[in-house]
């Protein structure tokens, strides 16, 4: 569900999606055609220095192609975008 939401919002840009539950990799795979992470993080640790070197890693193979997102749409994540679209 949450990938059929944050999909579009990337607008066909590459993304990076950090949660502590991802389900729809597959989803995602299919129907967008830019590179993605979809990286979990580990609820109960939160982000580690591991998880900071693979959102790293991505950048850095994705320059200079990846368009930065507004610095609200990151810090508002997921919940903001799932309350204007609504449940399923």
Do not use: K
Not at 15 to 26: G, K, S, T
Not at 38 to 48: A, E, I, N, Q, W
Not at 59 to 83: F, K
């Amino acid at each position: 569900m949450e990938g059929e939401v944050l999909t579009p919002e990337a607008g066909g840009r590459p993304f990076i999606w950090l949660d502590d539950e991802i389900a729809d990799r597959r989803w995602v795979r299919t129907h967008h055609h830019e590179p993605a992470l979809l990286h979990r993080v580990d609820g109960l640790l939160g982000l580690t220095d591991a998880d900071f070197a693979a959102y790293r890693m991505f950048l850095r193979s994705r320059r200079p192609a990846m368009a930065p997102l507004p610095v609200g749409w990151l810090l508002g994540g997921c919940s903001d975008v799932m309350e204007r679209h609504g449940p399923g």
